[in-house]
């Protein structure tokens, strides 16, 4: 192989583990490898992201990439650092979320079936669903001790962190049902590489020992680092809860700004995880950046390619408008090119007040929108003494005494913003008839 995958991840930091020969195996000829995900919701979140971007350098490289959708594995429960057991899915809301990620990955993977290394998606749920106990246990279990099992990180861990409720016996077959997976995918993919997170590798090396011992082959093993951010902070969680692909849950908007908001230290570590940008573009941004730190030029960079990436070129000009609009200088047409969702959240915790369609078809007086009507400001006295001050916008736009709130200064026919000076905001929803 021309490129060199595993040396790809070393310098961009997502190299944690790597099972002895696998760099070998790899420049040696095409191989395909694959990452496991949990389909317990109809969208990834960025915490998916670095398996993502892993399957995508694979490809790059030239190698066969799957993905597989842990049907089967998400409906028990993995012990690697989750405290509680997950849901059981039915068939029909799985199929659901396989399909909405399938659609999410096909914007980082080349799902092409006539290329020799297109990528592919699996569910071992297709496999595990006929496969019955005394099947398992007979096939599979009799060639694992339980003696390697309790030998596993992931299980001391869970079980020391809980030793009043213990490990349900679901939960610690979890290494047994995924290490039949990497076997399976072994015997009818001839995939030779499982890749996951670093707390996946006891996991992992149970799949490579089942295909030692029963498939009579040769299994690898590569992980990376678990991210994390440098205050501490569990990345990818925002004050909403997950950060997630999906437009529906997360907005473009706020997906930008959970980026542009990361710190000089974060934003050098994620630019090279989770953007495509060549060594050499990422070494002069981090240069740039250490010389003139307060342009955040790796923040913009990094959350630029992020949101593109993840969403469009359109859905990152709207996201950068709507942050001009609350942090910079920005007029009322920007603002009412903001879409009502958008708007709402870029003055998320603003107050407001509600007013009626037809106070704004009779003309609303300024004075009586900034005091009688909204209490924004105490007084029409203090009403009037801002006007004279100039320190009174409505859209972004200054106004002054005598002026009248009317229909064309409605923001999708819902809303009228005003300011006072430069960082006191108020917003008039308007109530249909």
């Known amino acids: 192989m021309d490129s060199n995958f595993v040396e790809e991840l070393k310098w961009r930091g997502m190299l944690h583990d790597v099972m002895p020969g696998t760099e070998d195996h790899l420049m040696s000829e095409m191989q395909s490898a694959y990452v496991g ?157 499982q890749m996951g997170g670093s707390d996946q590798w006891g996991n992992i090396t149970t799949g490579t020992e089942l295909i030692r011992r029963i498939g009579g082959g040769k299994g690898y093993a590569l992980t990376c680092p678990l991210i994390t951010k440098a205050d501490g902070t569990k990345f990818g969680k925002s004050e909403d809860g997950n950060v997630w692909l999906d437009a529906h849950r997360t907005s473009p908007y706020k997906f930008y700004q959970y980026w542009i908001n990361t710190s000089d230290e974060d934003a050098e570590k994620y630019i090279k995880i989770f953007t495509f940008l060549s060594r050499t573009e990422i070494e002069n941004l981090i240069r740039e950046h250490q010389e003139a730190p307060h342009l955040r030029i790796l923040q913009r960079k990094l959350a630029e390619e992020v949101t593109t990436m993840v969403h469009s070129k359109t859905d990152l000009e709207n996201a950068i408008r709507a942050s001009t609009i609350l942090f910079g200088n920005s007029t009322s047409t920007d603002l009412k090119s903001l879409d009502a969702h958008t708007f709402l959240e870029v003055f998320e915790g603003v107050p407001q007040a509600e007013i009626t369609k037809e106070d704004i078809n009779d003309g609303l007086d300024i004075i009586a929108a900034l005091a009688s009507k909204t209490g924004f400001l105490s007084s029409n006295g203090e009403a009037r ?14 106004v002054a005494e005598g002026y009248t709130i009317g229909e064309s200064d409605l923001i999708n026919d819902s809303y009228v913003l005003l300011q006072r000076g430069k960082k006191s905001y108020f917003i008039l929803a308007v109530l249909e008839d």
């Open 37 to 193: 995900i949990d389909p317990t919701a109809d969208s990834l979140h960025i915490g998916h992201l670095v398996g993502v971007m892993m399957l995508r350098h694979f490809q790059l490289a030239g190698h066969k990439p799957y993905a597989l959708i842990g049907g089967a594995t998400g409906m028990i429960g993995d012990p690697s650092g989750k405290s509680s057991e997950r849901n059981l899915l039915d068939e029909t809301t799985l199929r659901l979320n396989q399909e909405a990620i399938r659609e999410q990955l096909s914007r980082f993977l080349d799902f092409d079936a006539e290329v020799e290394n297109g990528a592919v998606l699996v569910n071992n749920y297709d496999w595990m669903k006929d496969f019955s106990f005394l099947d398992f246990i007979r096939d599979v279990g009799k060639h694992i001790t339980v003696n390697y099992m309790m030998a596993k990180d992931s299980v001391k861990k869970r079980l020391e962190a809980e030793a009043k409720e213990g490990m349900s016996f679901t939960e610690f077959t979890y290494q047994l049902v995924q290490g039949y997976d990497f076997l399976y995918l072994y015997q009818n993919y001839n995939c030779t590489l």
């Open 385 to 398: 003494r801002e006007l004279k001050q100039n320190s009174i916008s409505v859209n972004k736009e200054k």
